[in-house]
């Protein structure tokens, strides 16, 4: 399974762009990399996901390098709101024997 | 997207009683459910894996016969902590995918507290 590294704690401030980089150096070829956002007492929920190359939606974007070992989330003018904590999973949770691993996550802070 | 309901969101039980959490996944096919148990400021522990029909695979250190995981249909799986202690208190979340979907979802979890 590929484990993954991402800064434990990040601070921003509101209007500000973040972002988040994640290693992934043993990443498999059919694995996808998928981030989450997790509140305090709440289940993770789906930021962005991708395979290759860059991936935007009306949250984030993903940018994933050629090679695949690291990806980053980009978060536009973050908010308040926005703060929680941010995890990077690699895997093929879609094929039955695959996992979704978790690993310790970056605790994001938007300060006023 | 995809909804997971997870019930109930908090429960507090009496030590040695046992307690069933459910996890349904509203509108696709759950082939595959993961059971995770998250300690406060701690990531999330994946506990066991299930797929629909077959015994669950439980990950290394957790024990099978004190945390019974039963995905009985395509919609619905079960985790019954067996034997509740204290120490069992924890925030248990659940995830469905569906074969064939790279994206997994995940309930709002259960707040366990075992008194």
């Known amino acids: 399974l590929a484990k993954t590294t991402q800064p434990i704690s990040m601070d921003s401030y509101e209007g500000q762009e973040v972002n988040i980089t994640c290693s992934h150096n043993n990443i498999a070829t059919n694995d996808y990399i998928t981030w989450y956002q997790q509140f305090p007492s709440q289940g993770p929920r789906f930021i962005i996901q991708?395979?290759?190359t860059k991936v935007t939606n009306e949250v984030a974007s993903l940018f994933i390098p050629a090679d695949r070992k690291s990806s980053t989330l980009s978060l536009p003018r973050v908010s308040l709101s926005d703060t929680a904590v941010y995890y990077c999973l690699v895997g093929a949770s879609y094929n039955q024997g695959g996992k979704l691993i978790f690993g310790q996550g970056t605790e994001l802070s938007v300060k006023p | 997207g995809a909804v997971v309901s997870q019930h109930p969101s908090r429960v507090i039980c009496k030590s040695g009683t046992s307690v069933k959490i459910e996890c349904r996944s509203l509108d696709f096919q759950a082939t595959t459910m993961f059971w995770y148990r998250q300690f406060p400021k701690q990531s999330l522990m994946l506990m066991a894996t299930?797929?629909?029909?077959?015994?669950?695979?439980?990950e290394q250190g957790v024990e099978k016969d004190k945390f019974l995981i039963n995905h009985a249909s395509l919609t619905l799986s079960t985790l019954t902590v067996t034997s509740a202690h204290p120490e069992d208190s924890s925030f248990y979340i659940c995830?469905?995918?569906?074969?064939?979907?790279?994206?997994?979802?995940f309930g709002q979890g259960t707040r366990l507290t075992v008194v």
């Open positions: 991708g395979y290759k």
């Open positions: 299930s797929n629909e029909g077959s015994k669950a695979t439980y």
């Open positions: 995830s469905a995918t569906e074969q064939g979907n790279t994206e997994a979802f």
